[in-house]
């Protein structure tokens, strides 16, 4: 799959429910090797008390759930904002070969911005990261979701 963008919608999507329960928009996805959704998260930490429950972490277990193994190598992690620190080491354990963002996070983003962990030598992993899929629908959710708070 070269086109990110119908996948990236479905991350859109599970954002707005991030969102709607006070948390920060944040959405994920992941696709398989055909193409399928076989994972969905969003940001849940408000909602559950839990601090992991970001939305990569929870579509990640999804998919190691559906596809009954840890092992997501061949699947491709969408995302609607740069993955921190904790999402970026979680991808690397899936063994996500591609993970594709929206926004990056110039804070705390880890796939390239602040850090890179997905592509640190040291590790040896090759994660392809492809930035920029629908960024400004992305960064748009970020904005308004923090305008409100202030």
Excluded at 79 to 89: D, F, Q, R, Y
């Amino acid at each position: 799959m070269e086109n990110w963008t119908e996948a990236m919608g479905e991350a859109l999507e599970l954002a707005a429910r991030a969102s709607a329960v006070g948390d920060v928009p944040v959405g994920a996805v992941v696709v398989d090797a055909s193409g399928a959704v076989i994972g969905r998260g969003w940001n849940r930490r408000e909602v559950e008390h839990d601090p992991t429950a970001h939305a990569e972490v929870l579509a990640l277990r999804e998919a190691a759930a559906a596809a009954a193994s840890w092992r997501l190598d061949g699947c491709t992690l969408v995302v609607t904002l740069e993955p921190c620190v904790m999402c970026a080491g979680a991808a690397l354990a899936a063994r996500i070969p591609r993970i594709v963002l929206g926004a990056w996070d110039e804070k705390a983003g880890a796939t390239g911005s602040q850090w890179d962990v997905v592509r640190d030598a040291r590790i040896g992993a090759k994660v392809e990261v492809i930035s920029g899929v629908r960024a400004a629908e992305s960064a748009s959710l970020l904005t308004a979701f923090f305008e409100a708070r202030r």
